[in-house]
């Protein structure tokens, strides 16, 4: 609604540029879907191996933590991205189509949304991973991201008049 709109030929450029990076998280986002729906799989398949002998066992365990640590990984990726998707709404609102300011803000608070429900992923898959390290530096990562995605939510909305 801002490119080859009268008023806004200065911008043109830029906002075809954050279409283009859009699209990017747009086609990354949906494939997220794929990967998480592959990621539980592989959790499910991995509590399916044997465990009848103390090396299978073993072997069980660790296939265990290696896919929940991945499926932990998924969400996050969704979680990082979906705060990129509110940073381009909020350019979108700022420097685009006055008219289409309230479609910049339901994209960001679509967005949080999407974030907060990856980071909840996210941390329901920590409940079941044995590896401390791994466990605080996630942790700590999606304590991160929410406070940014909530910061940064509230940053471009005060930009839509109501």
Known sequence: LTVGKKGYEAVEEEMQALA????QLRTKLTAAIDGDADAYTAV???????????????VRRQKIQEAIK????VPLE???DSLAVIDLAGQAIRKGNKNAASDGAVAAMN???GALAAIYNVRINLGSINDDSFVDKLAQEV???????????????????V
């Open 111 to 113: 967005a949080r949304t």
């Open 143 to 161: 304590k991160v991201l929410q406070d940014q995605v909530a910061e940064k939510e509230k940053e471009v909305l005060s930009h839509v008049a």
């Open 44 to 58: 499910m398949a991995a509590y399916r191996l044997p465990k009848t002998t103390d090396e299978e066992t073993a």
């Open 78 to 80: 969704v979680a990082r």
């Open 20 to 23: 283009g990076q859009a699209a």
């Open 70 to 73: 991945h499926a932990a990984l």
